[in-house]
């Protein structure tokens, strides 16, 4: 269990609303070097499009692959799909750092927690964990979390844990600076009772169309279905993303 | 899974007290006209790439303090144990200092378990580290090492994210660096083309950033051997000077010569030997 300790705050650290505008980093305090650009002092942050989906059967997650310090491209194949148990993946966005340490330290908890039960645990669970640590740390953390599995009592469901330390359980959750380009087409186009492979489409279209609008979220869409029998994984290369405009 | 109690004096850690005393004496500085000593920075370009055996470290050998050339051939590419070693950018101080700490955690780690310490371990330890300090030790690095599951290569950030990849780019001269490697990078190359390409990543940082540059040292790292390779290019030689300003005896003519006796006084002169058995 890694300890938080309250830190001066610097002047210049900026709040912003994941759903809003993409999020970025404190402003770090090093010496400013001429030689230097914007970059190599600006935290890392998922800039992001998250998604996951219920299904009968299970749940299908999605996620873009891109990492950004600033305007460079940390890392253009990021796995964001994250898992904290056999049955239970986690979509982090936000701070790249806070995420990682976020679901290390709840994948352990997690862990423990089920050589305790004897059992695999439950997805609550493990959002609620999620919902303890982002809640007693909001002044210090910039996380927006999507929890989403399979567990025998409740079948396929999706908690988010927003900026903030909110927990909620939705049907559909997008989440990230690219979610704002899609609430529209995953409203209109989301129906109950999808098959796995409709969810699949689904999940696909709605990253490409974020992917193609926020300039934070870009690479490669990763997909994950998680059902009772295990975990598919896949990836959607960029020259065969799904198309919407000829254009 | 320890909590810190609010009553208890913090004991390790940050000390925060002479942050109100910094900014302070920055005032006082500024308004005499002096400006703060500036920590000295490795302006850098550091690099890892995984090729077919192991991984191939490579790093500048520029420091820099604000514009001046601090050292011109510091070692960036730090021990960690046996079979990992890691690239350092960003505060000079902080990347030495973290960096040693974790090998010295390491290798008491490796005693307590009596295996080969795994590089995914000396990640752990370092984000954590990082983490706990919040992005306050300014340690960009570049890990990387041979175990037990084969080659692996992490960039690991101030704030405590990291990144496991098969090519990775750091320090101001990173985007040069990465330009080079998006252009020639394939999966499993053989050690020549590897320690060929990780010499033309930073010796494209070094043209191109003024605050990488120097020679080019390389670390190549395999199953049970590990090259340290200082200098592996000496990219910037010092130049031979072509002319001399020195004079034959005669040149100058002497036209008077007058020699002045100066009276010295011979002080007492003794001789205490010192005990250094």
């Given amino acids: 269990m890694f300890v938080i300790q309250n830190k001066l705050r610097s002047v210049n650290s900026v709040y912003t609303k994941m759903a809003a505008v993409s999020a970025m980093g404190f402003s770090q305090h090093l010496s400013s070097n001429d030689f230097a650009p914007d970059w190599t002092s600006r935290e890392v942050s998922t800039g992001t499009t998250i998604m996951a989906v219920e299904f009968d059967g299970g749940v299908v997650m999605g996620a873009d692959s891109r990492t950004t310090t600033g305007a460079y491209i940390a890392n253009r194949v990021t796995d964001k799909l994250t898992p904290i148990h056999d049955r239970i993946f986690c979509c982090r966005s936000g ?78 959750s997008v989440g990230g600076s690219g979610s704002s380009y899609i609430y529209g087409y995953v409203d209109s186009n989301f129906k109950t009772g999808m098959t796995k492979e409709e969810c ?39 020259n065969e993303l799904p198309k919407f405009s000829t254009v | 899974m320890a909590t810190l109690s609010v009553c208890q004096p913090q004991f390790g850690g940050f000390s925060f007290e002479n942050c109100k005393r910094n900014a302070l004496l920055q005032g006082e500085l500024t308004k005499l006209g002096c400006s703060v000593p500036a920590a000295r920075k490795t302006g850098t370009t550091i690099v890892g790439v995984v090729f077919k055996d192991g991984v191939v470290l490579g790093a500048d050998t520029r420091a820099t303090e604000g514009m001046v ?26 990347t030495e200092m973290t960096t040693q700490i974790i090998s010295s955690n390491l290798e008491l780690h ?13 990640n752990r330890m370092l984000k954590q580290m990082l983490f706990r300090y919040q992005g306050y030790i300014g340690a960009a690095l570049v890990l990387g090492g041979v175990d037990c599951n084969g080659p692996h290569l992490y960039s690991i950030y101030p704030h405590g994210s990291t990144d496991k990849l098969p090519y990775v780019t750091m320090g101001s001269g990173s985007l040069a660096a990465m330009a080079v490697f998006e252009d020639r990078y394939v999966p499993n190359m053989e050690e020549a083309d590897a320690k060929s390409l990780v010499r033309d990543a930073i010796a494209a940082g070094i043209f191109n950033d003024l605050g990488s540059g120097s020679n080019i040292d390389l670390c190549v790292i395999t199953k049970g051997k590990v090259d340290y390779l200082r200098p592996h290019d000496e990219a910037n030689k010092k130049g031979v000077r072509t002319g001399d300003y020195k004079y034959k005896r005669g040149t100058t003519a002497v036209l008077t010569k007058s020699m002045t006796p100066l009276d010295l006084e011979v002080v007492d002169e003794t001789v205490q030997t010192m005990d250094t058995s």
């Avoid at chain 2, 490796?110 to 371990?121: I, Q």
């Fill in chain 1, 200 to 238: 699949l489409r689904f999940t696909a279209g709605a990253i490409s169309l974020a992917m193609e609008r926020d300039g934070s979220s870009g690479g490669v869409v990763r997909m994950a279905v998680i059902s009772e029998e295990g975990v598919e994984r896949q990836v959607i290369l960029g």
């Fill in chain 1, 95 to 172: 701070s790249a750092a806070d995420t990682q340490a976020i679901a290390d330290a709840v994948t352990y908890q997690l862990g423990f927690h089920s050589i305790e039960l004897d059992e695999p645990p439950l997805i609550q669970t493990a959002a609620n964990l999620f919902k303890d640590m982002c809640y007693r740390y909001r002044e210090e953390l910039m996380a927006g979390i999507i929890v989403a599995g399979w567990d025998k009592r409740r079948g396929g469901q999706v908690y988010t844990v927003p900026v903030g330390g909110m927990l909620t359980r939705q049907p559909v």
């Fill in chain 2, 69 to 94: 050339v601090a050292d011109k051939n510091c070692s960036k590419i730090h021990y960690i144990s046996p079979n990992i070693y890691c690239c350092g950018a960003g505060t000079a101080a902080d």
């Fill in chain 2, 110 to 122: 490796a005693l307590s378990t009596g295996r080969l310490p795994r590089v995914a371990t000396a």
